[in-house]
Nanobody, 119 residues
Framework: QVQLVESGGGLVQPGGSLRLSCAASGTIFSRSIMGWYRQPPGKQREVVAQIVSGGHTVYVDSVKGRFTISRDNSKNTMYLQMNSLKAEDTAVYYC?????????????WGQGTQVTVSS
């Protein structure tokens, strides 16, 4: 059984920073595409950033230059460093792990962590 546990969310003022972490149990981490998604209030869940085992990353345009995704395969942990936060970054942030395959056989989600950007 794979578990993904997010931490690091909270309340921050506009322009501030937060660092999210996602700790994964099990043995799939190094074989997974890891990603951060978010769901703003009243909106659908959207991808924020993804990272493959070798380190290649992709970001949604709205966070490029402000957010940095990283992973430590030795610790089965993924991170999201969020800088210059804006009110529109307010959302529940979810960690995702899926098989690095054209037809993934696994796709796991964390429970989510709330990020609120407000003065």
């Amino acid at each position: 059984q794979v578990q993904l546990v997010e931490s690091g969310g909270g309340l921050v003022q506009p322009g501030g920073s937060l660092r999210l972490s996602c700790a994964a149990s099990g043995t799939i981490f190094s074989r997974s595409i890891m990603g951060w998604y978010r769901q703003p209030p009243g909106k659908q869940r959207e991808v924020v950033a993804q990272i493959v085992s070798g380190g290649h990353t992709v970001y949604v345009d709205s966070v490029k230059g402000r957010f940095t995704i990283s992973r430590d395969n030795s610790k089965n942990t993924m991170y999201l460093q969020m800088n210059s936060l804006k009110a529109e970054d307010t959302a529940v942030y979810y960690c995702n792990a899926k098989e690095n395959s054209l037809d993934p056989t696994w796709n796991y989600w964390g429970q989510g962590t709330q990020v609120t950007v407000s003065s």
